[in-house]
Nanobody
């Protein structure tokens, strides 16, 4: 599967953005999907995931502010980001894998497929 992330940009603190990740292929509905982010000088970190079943998982730092969702008819996964903070500034990547192991869902090495990233900048 090939992934194309979009929707990043510059936003003021407290604002909102919605990221999209479009996937190629006819088996999108079978993939577990996730968003990660990487700030300058930092390691890539887990943000949110949604399984093919619809179960969702969030990093504590974004819980209550971000929402991950998917539209299998459009082969797209979304990340709605509200109440953005300067510390949310990063390049955001979408990732995909078949049959994620829940205990490993936060590990970048778990995922076989990655998009190219989209930059989110939150100004204070």
């Amino acid at each position: 599967v090939q992934l194309q992330a979009s929707g990043g940009g510059l936003v003021q603190a407290g604002g909102s953005l919605r990221l999209s990740c479009a996937a190629s292929g006819r088996t999108f509905s079978g993939y577990d999907m996730a968003w990660f982010r990487q700030a300058p000088g930092k390691e890539r970190e887990f943000v949110a995931a949604i399984r093919s079943s619809g179960s969702t998982y969030y990093a504590d730092s974004v819980k209550g502010r971000f929402t991950i969702s998917r539209d299998n008819a459009k082969n797209t996964v979304y990340l709605q980001m509200n109440s953005l903070k300067p510390e949310d500034t990063a390049v955001y990547y979408c990732a995909a894998d078949l049959r994620l192991i829940v205990s490993m869902i936060r590990l970048p090495s778990t995922y076989d497929y990655w998009g190219q990233g989209t930059l989110v900048t939150v100004s204070s």
